[in-house]
């Protein structure tokens, strides 16, 4: 591949799967900033490796693919940084402020019910809704059996209907 070849291939990359790998990073981490740094590494890595995609019609698959690699190493990392203190998602300033109240708090809770999911679960059920992938696919790529991703899928449905059914608190500012 040549330089043109490449920048042109990864100019294409970032228009057409840019939105969509930030959507999925966005529901992953729960936060704007994190999301976006999680996409730059996406496509640093890819630019880096631009010469292993064999099959340029798979370009999207295996964007989300560095994607997920990106955010476990992440998740890996910070554990280790974190070791014995409580984990929290931050869910304030990540809405864009032209939404309505309504819409934001729909935002809102299906972000805290993804939080809430195990990683397992949320990394199958975002690979699946957020990338379309077939349960099959996800299970090859996930390296287990395409009735674990059918159970892992059930069982997150049923947590975030759980979650999203339970009354939240309101808070409004500071009291």
């Keep these: ?15 057409a799967h840019g939105p969509e790998l930030y959507r ?5 981490t729960g936060k704007t ?14 630019w880096r490796s631009a010469e292993k995609l064999r099959d340029p019609e798979k370009a999207r698959g295996w964007l989300f693919q560095i994607l997920r690699y990106r955010h476990l190493h992440a998740v890996r990392d910070s554990k280790r940084r974190m070791e014995g203190q409580p984990g929290r998602v931050p869910l304030t300033g990540d809405v864009p402020a032209h939404d309505t109240t309504a819409k934001i708090e ?13 990683q397992r679960l949320r990394e199958t059920l975002l690979m699946v809704v957020m990338e379309g992938l077939t349960a099959q696919e996800a299970a090859d ?14 069982r997150a449905r049923e947590r975030l ?15």
Excluded: N
């Design 106 to 118: 729909q935002l809102d809770s299906i972000q805290v019910g993804l939080a809430s999911l195990d």
């Design 1 to 15: 591949m040549t330089e043109a070849q490449r920048r042109s291939a990864y100019e294409q990359w970032v228009r």
């Design 141 to 154: 790529k996930l390296g287990v059996p395409m009735g674990t991703v059918l159970s892992r899928l059930h």
């Design 161 to 175: 209907r759980e979650t999203m059914a339970e009354p939240r608190p309101v808070t409004r500012g500071i009291q």
């Design 24 to 28: 999925c990073a966005y529901r992953l």
């Design 33 to 46: 900033q994190t999301a976006e740094d999680l996409v730059q590494e996406t496509f640093v890595e890819a």
